[in-house]
């Protein structure tokens, strides 16, 4: 067991701080401080080239996208026109089924009369 007096004189040091020995801690937390400044500015340093690194690559993913929606812009411009000519095409049969029904009807209805 440590006795009542070995306490105190390790005690003794601590509680008896000098000029120096402040001086000599404020210098050493002023360093700690100024190292710790000097990590953070490294860090921030590679935090600057990991954004140059991502923009990069969102700027080459952005052109590759917008290439590939031309593309398919492209395609819906074809596919549009093939509707209108299909459409032209459906609304000409359409009307050639209704004349020839109308002429079938007129028809019928000369023969009966």
Same mark, same amino acid.
């Not at 105190?8 to 100024?34: C, I, N, Q, Y």
């Not at 000519?85 to 209704?98: E, K, M, Q």
């Given at each position: 067991?440590?006795?009542?007096?070995?306490?105190?004189?390790?005690?003794?040091?601590?509680?008896?701080?000098?000029?120096?020995?402040?001086?000599?801690?404020?210098? $050493?937390?002023?360093?700690?401080?100024? @190292?710790?400044?000097?990590? #953070? /500015? =490294? &860090? *921030?340093? +590679? !935090?600057? %080239?990991?954004?140059?690194?991502?923009?990069? $690559?969102?700027?080459?993913m952005?052109? @590759?996208?917008?290439?590939? #929606? /031309? =593309? &398919? *812009?492209? +395609? !819906?411009e %074809?596919?549009?026109k093939?509707?209108?000519?299909?459409?032209?095409?459906?609304?000409?049969?359409?009307?050639?089924?209704?004349?020839?029904?109308?002429g079938?009807?007129?028809?019928?209805?000369?023969?009966?009369?």
């Amino acid at each position: 067991m440590v006795s009542i007096m070995e306490t105190l004189e390790m005690e003794a040091p601590m509680s008896d701080w000098t000029d120096d020995k402040l001086d000599h801690l404020d210098r $050493r937390v002023d360093e700690g401080f100024t @190292r710790m400044d000097q990590q #953070f /500015e =490294k &860090v *921030d340093q +590679q !935090f600057e %080239k990991m954004d140059e690194r991502f923009n990069k $690559r969102f700027e080459r993913m952005d052109e @590759r996208f917008n290439k590939r #929606f /031309e =593309k &398919v *812009d492209k +395609q !819906f411009e %074809k596919l549009d026109k093939q509707l209108e000519r299909a459409g032209d095409r459906f609304d000409r049969l359409n009307y050639t089924l209704v004349t020839g029904a109308i002429g079938i009807i007129i028809a019928l209805v000369g023969f009966h009369g």
